[in-house]
């Protein structure tokens, strides 16, 4: 368990998500992913990940005067040496607060314990704001998926592969 808290924002924690954790990450992509259009995660997709070996999730949490909120999560799959980040998402109301930074940390943490030596990722080509996260953390663009992401009324959108090398 990790815990950050700036002098004037309540505490948030980080945790490894069990698999009886699914239908809060379910919940937690719906609320992070909210453009009409964009694709969710089901419940069902976070126990496939939760239940394959070398794949873990995390979630964060706000911890309020009302209790612990989740508030945002991580899913990532290990394979040999190799680590992709398949998802990150933040609610909106407490995004730009260093909580997905202290996800993306504690993945980081997490892959390399397992084994990983890079770190890669997708993210949509018309997200800048996660690019430049991704890009202050060390990851640097390695490729271009094209029509990677499918948007309403059939749009789709280019993704831009990164890497962070962890050794």
Same mark, same amino acid.
């Given at each position: 368990?990790?815990?950050?808290?700036?002098?004037? #924002?309540? $505490?948030? #924690?980080?945790?490894? =998500?069990?698999? =009886?954790?699914?239908?809060?990450?379910?919940? /937690?992509? %719906?609320?992070? !992913?909210?453009?009409?259009?964009?694709?969710?995660?089901?419940?069902? *997709?976070?126990?496939?990940?939760?239940? #394959?070996?070398?794949?873990?999730? +995390?979630? *964060?949490?706000?911890? @309020?005067?009302?209790? =612990?909120? $989740?508030? @945002?999560?991580? *899913?990532?799959?290990?394979?040999?040496?190799? %680590?992709?980040?398949? #998802? +990150?998402?933040?609610? $909106?109301?407490?995004?730009?607060?260093?909580? =997905?930074?202290?996800?993306?940390?504690?993945?980081?943490?997490?892959?390399?314990?397992? @084994? *990983?030596?890079?770190? !890669? /990722?997708?993210?949509?080509?018309?997200? $800048?704001?996660?690019?430049?996260?991704?890009?202050?953390?060390? !990851?640097?663009?390695?490729?271009?998926?094209?029509?990677?992401?499918?948007?309403?009324?059939?749009?789709?959108?280019?993704?831009?592969?990164?890497?962070?090398?962890?050794?």
């Amino acid at each position: 368990r990790t815990v950050m808290s700036s002098d004037n #924002s309540p $505490p948030i #924690s980080v945790e490894r =998500a069990g698999v =009886a954790s699914a239908r809060v990450l379910e919940g /937690l992509h %719906a609320a992070a !992913f909210y453009r009409p259009g964009d694709e969710t995660w089901s419940e069902r *997709a976070f126990s496939d990940v939760l239940n #394959s070996v070398g794949s873990f999730c +995390l979630i *964060a949490t706000l911890e @309020g005067t009302e209790g =612990a909120e $989740p508030c @945002g999560f991580s *899913a990532c799959r290990v394979l040999a040496q190799e %680590a992709e980040l398949l #998802s +990150l998402g933040v609610v $909106p109301s407490v995004r730009r607060t260093g909580v =997905a930074g202290l996800l993306i940390e504690q993945s980081i943490a997490r892959c390399r314990q397992i @084994g *990983a030596r890079d770190l !890669f /990722l997708e993210v949509a080509d018309d997200n $800048p704001g996660a690019q430049r996260l991704y890009r202050g953390l060390g !990851f640097e663009q390695v490729g271009i998926r094209q029509n990677y992401y499918h948007r309403l009324n059939n749009e789709h959108v280019d993704a831009r592969t990164m890497r962070l090398v962890l050794d």
